[in-house]
């Protein structure tokens, strides 16, 4: 019996339990308990299976990364897809994983939400055997324990910010001004808030009259954005400039700033530098709110395709593959740029 065949067996006899248990997953959830002629004709064990462990759905850039990824990895294109969704908790991954390799699947797709404590999982999936791809973030684990990493180069999106900040403070004529700023940082040693405060910091040492004021990490998302916001304009009366680690942070970070009674974006007195350049930002940045966004390209599913396809073939694959990235700020035709864009 092979890997599909086993996955839809598995799949196949909880559904079975289900329905004979009688706790009929239709009176529960209202959906149909997909039976295993469904998952039959669904399957055909020529698929590709995949186990997708993703960090959560905690910003604009997660949803698009994991539609990028749903949509590639399809029936249609040879792949049988099984996506895990870790509510930004890194104990769901590792469970996520552990379940793959009981279903053998062939490939383990993984965004891991943190850098460190991977060694140990991914492991146990070598010893598997199967080939773990890790997307977006990085694992610090020996690179025998992956086939390859496909994201951004975080440390250059932060040095990005930094040189963009010194243009447009000279622009200002405020090259030599005091420039207070405070950081609102990404989740906690993910690769994306390593890279971008790392890079952001390497352009501060050039200017001593630039002061971060704190660092202090809003996880991401929006509602932790704010509140830390809030938090920080309390503690210090002087901003000048928040570099926000993601879009969602920096629109709650323009409401407290709102709410505050204080302004923000290239007319306001407080800049705001973020990262993603998410859809949501053009419209911030068109209703000037915030000043730039430094882009990370989420669209990793065409990309993951074709490397699956190759390891599939037998072929090799680059270790690291970075995604092309620019940035997009209040001074272009962001109307015309916007629309080029997949997300
Ligand atoms: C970046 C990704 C980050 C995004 C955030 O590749 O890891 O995680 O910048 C997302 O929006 O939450
Ligand atoms: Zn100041």
Same mark, same amino acid.
């Given at each position: %019996? ?8 598995? *799949?196949?006899?909880?559904? /079975? ?24 004709? !669904? %399957? ?7 186990? $997708? ?33 870790? &509510? ?15 279903? !053998? ?10 850098? /460190? ?7 146990? *999936? ?27 180069? $975080?440390?250059? !999106? ?18 030599? !001004?005091?420039?207070?700023?405070? /950081?609102? &940082? ?42 830390? %916001?809030? *938090? ?20 709650? *970070? ?30 911030? %940045? ?39 990235? /620019?940035? $997009? ?15």
């Amino acid at each position: %019996m092979n890997r599909i065949q086993k996955i839809t067996g598995l *799949a196949a006899a909880l559904g /079975t339990f289900l329905l004979l248990a009688g706790c009929g997953a239709k009176e529960q959830s209202g959906q149909e308990t997909p039976t295993a002629r469904q998952f039959e004709t !669904e %399957m055909d064990e020529n698929l590709i299976a995949v186990g $997708f462990s993703q960090v959560g759905a905690e910003s604009d850039w997660r949803a698009a990364n994991t539609e990028s990824i749903q949509s590639a990895l399809t029936p249609e294109n040879g792949f049988y897809l099984i996506y895990e969704d870790a &509510q930004q908790k890194q104990e769901n991954q590792f469970k996520a994983i552990r379940n793959f390799i009981l279903q !053998e699947v062939d490939y383990i797709v993984l965004s891991p939400i943190v850098e /460190t404590g991977w060694d140990t999982v991914l492991q146990e *999936a070598k010893d598997a055997g199967i080939p773990v791809i890790l997307v977006d973030r990085m694992a610090q684990v020996d690179e025998e324990l992956y086939a390859c990493w496909i994201g951004a180069d $975080f440390e250059s !999106e932060g040095r990005r910010a930094g040189e963009w900040l010194e243009q447009y403070l000279k622009e200002q004529g405020r090259a030599d !001004e005091e420039i207070h700023i405070v /950081t609102l &940082q990404g989740t906690l040693d993910s690769s994306a808030q390593l890279g971008r405060t790392k890079g952001f910091a390497e352009v501060m040492r050039k200017h001593d009259n630039w002061d971060m004021l704190e660092m202090r990490d809003a996880d991401f998302t929006q509602a932790k954005g704010q509140e830390v %916001m809030e *938090a920080l304009l309390q503690k210090y009366d002087d901003i000048d400039v928040v570099v926000s680690e993601n879009d969602n942070m920096a629109f709650g *970070a323009v409401d407290a700033i709102h709410e505050a009674g204080r302004s923000c974006g290239p007319d306001g007195d407080i800049t705001i530098l973020s990262f993603d350049a998410v859809n949501a930002a053009f419209d911030a %940045m068109l209703s000037g709110e915030i000043n730039v966004s430094f882009e990370c390209n989420p669209l990793h599913g065409p990309k993951l395709q074709e490397i699956i396809h190759a390891l599939n073939d037998g072929k090799s694959v680059d270790k690291i593959q970075y995604m092309e990235e /620019t940035y $997009f700020d209040t001074s272009m035709d962001l109307e015309e740029l916007r629309k080029t864009r997949a997300y």
